[in-house]
Every structure is written in structure tokens, then in C-alpha cells.
């Protein structure tokens, strides 16, 4: 957490003193040219009038970053969900944040966009999964083995596990089936990983135990009414051409 903040610090730093140095240089080169830089201070208090109404999201956008960076509420590095984005802070100035998400692409976001700041690796992260068990199960009997299946994972992986993970409530009964939730506290970046671990897990442990994750079927049943029948009858095979049938002569008395 402190090297982000140090990360973040610095970038902003370099930030600062860039346009630091770009106005005493802009000074310095109008000093070579005998131009009196009290005549342009003048001016350009004149013109910045003009230009303020201009810029008014520009000192949002300051003013936010601003009380982003003292107040910490996010550091280069985190994984932050912003102005309706989600991912990795690459940058934080004054006057944007730059995030690169999930796919590898780079959204720059102007602070003044921003209005809530969903921070989810500072100070601790959650597994937060909800598995979906059959009506049919014993609810008492599955939660016990996801239980087991817990604390497996936290033995194996005591250093990234603050809090052994375990089933808190059913967490709803739905249409499919009965949700169970499972909550526990990881370190920061690890929730997505541990969270992938923990469902092939359960997943190869249902298998042993058979118990039933409930999914999608679909049963096609043939139709068997009035037009079925009437159907089979026209798709009945009518007797071949030239098959033996009794003539007009057999049958009749005294015929051999």
C-alpha cells in the first residue's frame, strides 16, 4: 500500500514540476527577447477572465485530483471501478486517472468525471460466491462438505487467507435451485484467483459426493394427438404395385 502511494505521489510530483518548468522557461525565453514579464502578467490576468470561463472543467478536473491524491481514495496500482469503469490505475494526475482494464485497453477519465470511486484492493479483498445446490440435496449435508471444502483451501493457502472462507446463510430459493452464499476475507488482488480455485473445487467435490448443481435441460417429447395420428397414417406404406391379390374368379362356388 505504501509503495502505491509513493508511486502515485511521485507521478504527480513530475507533474508539477513539468509545469513548473515550463513556465520559468516560458519566462526566461521572453526575458531574451526584452520582453517585460510584468506587461505579460498584466495581460494575461486581463485575458484570464476570458479563459477561466473557458476552462471550468479543467479546475474540476484539478480540484478533484487534488482531493483524490490527499485524501488517498485510490493509488496507482489498485484495481478501482470509476465513472462507470473497471480496472488497473496506471496513472493519477491532477487533472485525469488512466485505467487499463480486464481486455488490455487504456481508458482515460478526466477527475472531474468522477463521482463515486469503488477502491477493491485497499486494505483487504472478499471472496464473495454464491453456489447454486438442487432442491432435492440435504441443504445441511452440502453446506457441511462446502464447509470441509474451505478449509482445505485455507490450509493449503494460509498465506493469501485472513479469514477461513465458509458458508454464512442460504442466500436464496430460486428457480433453479438453492443459493448458498460463501464469504471470506483474502489479500488484496487475490480474491479473483481464490474464488476460481474454490469453484473447481467444489465442482470436482459435487462430483464425488453427488451432489446436483442444478442447470438448463431441455426434453423434446413427440406430439402424439389427433394431427400425429393423422400424420402417421399418411406416411404409411401403400401395397406395392403387382402384389398378389385374390382375382375376381377365386372365391366363387365350384371353382377349383
Partial sequence: MVERRVKTLLATLGWMFTIFLAMVGSALILDQFDVQISAVIAGVGVAGIAIGLGTQTLVKDIINGLFILVEGQYAVGDVVQVAGVSGE??????????????????????????????????????????VTIAYEEDVDRVIAIVDDICEGLA???????????????????????????????VRVFKQWELTGELRRRIKNRFDEEDVEIPYHREVQVPFAGPLGARTAERSAPSPAAGADEPSPEEGKPGQP
Wanted: proline content about 4%.
Fill in 89 to 130: 490505475v496506471i496513472e493519477i494526475t491532477p487533472r485525469r486517472t488512466v485505467l487499463r482494464d480486464m481486455n488490455g485497453h487504456v481508458h482515460v477519465i478526466p477527475n472531474s468525471a468522477i463521482t463515486i470511486a469503488t477502491n477493491m484492493t485497499q486494505g483487504f479483498s472478499r471472496i464473495n460466491l454464491d
Fill in 155 to 185: 490450509a493449503d493457502r494460509a498465506e493469501d487467507i485472513l479469514s477461513t472462507p465458509k458458508v454464512v446463510r442460504v442466500n436464496n430459493l430460486g428457480n433453479d435451485g438453492i443459493d448458498l452464499k460463501i464469504v471470506g476475507d
